[in-house]
């Protein structure tokens, strides 16, 4: 059983970003919005990323290759997401509960729809129900992704992360892996319920709801993406919204303004879901007195 649950643990660490933001691409040829925030002596370039990727998709453009070699660094989200021996130990310490099942917690009927899910993708039902529902949400949204060909290891973040690596630049996180594990480890049980239900429904969606996604993102079309994606989140599940999205781009906004204060060019690179909307990282800024422009 265990070795069962390493894997789905694997699995749960190379994707567990993708839940807080637009975590699935298509193979369309994209042109990819991208910000930049300035002063005097400093830009600060925002991409929307996309975490899990089909390994042959077209994204790169030449305004993106251009704002990232001119940058002297890259923060990511998080920085060891895809280091077992980071995160698999805070993903046992939080994410199991091996005294109280996941059936008993979500009922029958769901535990069935979560288990065929599962198994789809190779994960048991022992492996299930020893998780809290938020690990198991997590590692079920990867399932119809993984299914359809899509790799973590195709990601954004993966593949910025091996160039700016060979370039010798500083990479850094905005958020610590205990950060991001504890969103979901700290949520209420209802909500973390709801998250996994969510999941469940999320996953019925198919293929073509992720296309839309794709779509919306390799166009640019940010109010696209605000209508697929914030503007259910925000309908439908308003505490995940308010917990996964807009508490951390408050808090990234803070951080950037703050990094904006020193000097020279760098690269900042987040889930879509996070610049986009009506309380983005870019709408955050504002606030702060900190004007967002696209870059054409």
């Known amino acids: 059983m265990l070795l069962n649950f390493n894997r789905s643990a694997r699995r749960v660490l190379a994707g567990l970003a993708s839940v807080f933001a637009l975590g699935f691409a298509g193979t369309a040829l994209a042109e990819p919005a991208l910000w930049a925030i300035k002063d005097k002596d400093s830009t600060i370039y925002l991409f929307g990323t996309i975490h899990v990727l ?6 790169r453009s030449a305004k993106i290759d251009k704002a990232l070699a001119d940058s002297g660094d890259l923060s990511l989200e998080l920085v060891g997401a895809d280091d077992p021996a980071v995160m698999q130990p805070l ?15 979500i009922g029958p009927e769901d535990f069935k729809r979560a288990s065929d899910l599962g198994q789809s993708a190779g994960m048991p039902p022992q492996a299930l129900e020893m998780m809290r529902p938020w690990l198991a949400a997590v590692s079920l949204a990867m399932a119809p992704m993984i299914k359809a060909g899509y790799d973590p290891k195709s990601g954004v973040e993966g593949v910025l992360t091996r160039e700016v690596k060979a370039a010798n630049k500083p990479i850094a996180g905005l958020e610590t892996p205990e950060q991001q594990i504890r969103f979901f480890a ?54 995940l919204y308010e917990l996964l999205l807009v508490k951390r781009n408050v808090d990234w906004a803070n951080q950037l303004k703050t990094k904006l204060a020193g ?30 422009e696209r870059v054409k």
């Open 54 to 59: 089909k390994p042959d998709t077209q994204w």
């Open 91 to 105: 993903v046992m310490r939080y994410g199991l509960d091996q005294a109280n099942k996941l059936s008993a917690k």
């Open 186 to 239: 700290d949520l209420p049980s209802a909500t973390e319920i709801e998250f996994l239900k969510s999941s469940l429904k999320d996953a019925e969606g198919g293929v073509e709801k992720l296309d839309k996604m794709v779509a919306a993102w390799a166009a640019g079309d940010v109010s696209g993406l605000e209508a697929q994606f914030i503007t259910e989140m925000k309908t439908q599940y308003p505490d």
């Open 263 to 292: 000097s020279g060019v760098s690269f900042v690179a987040v889930g879509s879901g996070h610049l986009v909307g009506a309380e983005s990282v870019q709408a955050q800024l504002a606030k702060l007195g900190i004007k967002a």
